[in-house]
């Protein structure tokens, strides 16, 4: 994997501000008020994390008006310095976004390209079957093997139903984790001010964290198209507490002191942030992993994971390359003998008609393979070096490839 280091990025250097505060106070305007416009008009929420100083949200009476109003942020944001790059690729994403809402063709590749970074491309089928061998072996831990028929026994032997269960394994032991994580060079927050709730919603999302400067609400989903499994509350704590909480955290710390830009802390999951956001949840328990022994549950969650993520970040791709949604699911439905064909055919068509899904389900499997190539090789200080530098620094997946490499090379 080799990513040319542009000027925009100098991982030795301190960061400096180099938006003003006029810009900074606009730009955060700009998304309270498109968040404000789709809410009022049925769609979905733009903000993800809002974690900047009060500031009136722009009023908008159309998706035209938000067009507008990116492309001229697009352009304010020329030649600034410090987090302008990061907040640059973000009003991208944006503007991709909100013409895929207002139903402007763009094409695949552009639109992945915009919205995520980084292009989705096919994944080896080697690099595929190496990942289902490494959830086999795991399975095999527990007398299980990979196919149609051991596929009852999993979800008898595996799945968990009782919500009080899902709930506690999620947050009892999260102090446990959170002070793990803080002695492995991370900042972590001392207070996090997290509330946790059920809901049932027909998404693709087991968890979905928000937050405010005043606190974060996890939510744990419990609709019938989710299903939790033995290694499942762990890897949702790591995932969504010690990566996502923790960030944000860390994030709004570093605004309130200054060290980031106040418009780094509105953030979306239609943009390229979404690609270190993700790829630090989905990765978390490799670092974990470097210190602390984690249980053969949670290690083969995420390898099962791993490798749906690849299997499925293949189907995506097969659709729009053109291929007949019959043929992109029959592929998929081969290689997930644990998946019920259902789900996986409701997975596929969200990622067909939702412009968020097009790029959002591909952030995990894209930014996840990404970090574990690139942690592969390096020692345990490099990898909590480049671990502490996600948590605490915005930066496109540009920049992020970009810093690993640097750690590896030395410079």
Same mark, same amino acid.
């Given at each position: ?7 925009? !990025? ?20 700009? !998304? ?16 993800? !994390? ?35 790059? &990061? ?17 402007? /063709? ?47 026994? &999993?979800?008898?032997? &595996? ?10 394994? #999620? ?15 991370? /900042? =972590? ?6 509330? =946790? ?90 670092? &974990?992993?470097?210190? @602390?022994?984690?249980? /053969? ?57 939702? /412009? ?29 070096? !480049? ?15 970009? @810093?690993?490499?640097? #750690?590896?090379?030395?410079?």
């Amino acid at each position: 994997m080799s990513v040319s280091v542009s000027s925009e !990025f100098r991982p030795n250097a301190q960061e400096t501000s180099g938006v003003s505060h006029s810009i900074n106070r606009r730009f955060i305007a700009l !998304f309270r008020g498109w968040d404000l416009y789709e809410r009022a008009h049925g769609g979905l929420s733009i903000v993800d !994390f809002d974690l900047s100083p009060a500031e009136a949200p722009t009023a908008f009476e159309s998706r035209e008006e938000v067009l507008a109003a990116l492309l001229d942020m697009e352009e304010c944001l020329r030649g600034s310095a410090g987090y302008a790059p &990061f907040l640059h690729s973000r009003i991208g994403g944006s503007i991709a976004y909100v013409r895929a809402l207002l139903d402007q /063709p763009i094409p695949f590749e552009e639109y992945i390209q915009a919205t995520l970074g980084v292009a989705a491309t096919y994944i080896p089928d080697a690099e595929v079957d190496a990942a289902r061998d490494e959830a086999d072996r795991w399975l095999e831990h527990f007398h299980l093997r990979y196919r149609r028929e051991d596929r009852d026994r &999993f979800e008898r032997e &595996f799945l968990i139903h009782d919500k009080s269960a899902i709930m506690s394994g #999620i947050v009892d032991n999260k102090d446990v984790w959170l002070s793990r994580l803080g002695s492995l060079s991370i /900042p =972590v927050p001392p207070e996090l001010n997290l509330k =946790v709730s059920f809901t049932s919603v027909d998404a693709q999302w087991a968890n979905w964290i928000t937050g405010t400067r005043n606190g974060f609400e996890l939510a744990i989903n419990l609709h019938p198209r989710k299903k939790y499994q033995r290694g499942s509350p762990l890897s949702l704590c790591l995932h969504e507490i010690c990566g996502h909480a923790v960030q944000m955290a860390i994030w709004k710390e570093r605004i309130e002191s200054g060290e980031i830009d106040q418009a780094c802390g509105v953030t979306t999951v239609h943009s390229p942030e979404t690609f270190s956001a993700e790829g630090l949840g989905q990765t978390v328990h490799l670092l &974990f992993a470097r210190k @602390f022994p984690l249980p /053969p549950e949670l290690w083969l969650r995420k390898a099962q994971q791993y490798y749906e993520l690849l299997v499925m970040q293949n189907a995506h791709v097969m659709i729009y390359q053109g291929e007949r949604i019959e043929q992109v699911l029959n592929y998929a439905d081969e290689r997930l003998p644990l998946s019920q064909r259902g789900n996986i055919e409701t997975d596929l068509r969200d990622r067909i008609s939702d /412009p968020l899904a097009r790029t959002y389900q591909l952030s995990y499997s894209i930014a996840e393979r990404t970090i574990r190539r690139l942690i592969a090789p390096m020692n345990d200080a490099q990898i909590f070096e !480049f671990f502490s530098r996600i948590y605490q620094v915005p930066m496109t997946p540009v920049q992020l490839i970009a @810093f690993g490499e640097q #750690i590896l090379n030395n410079i």
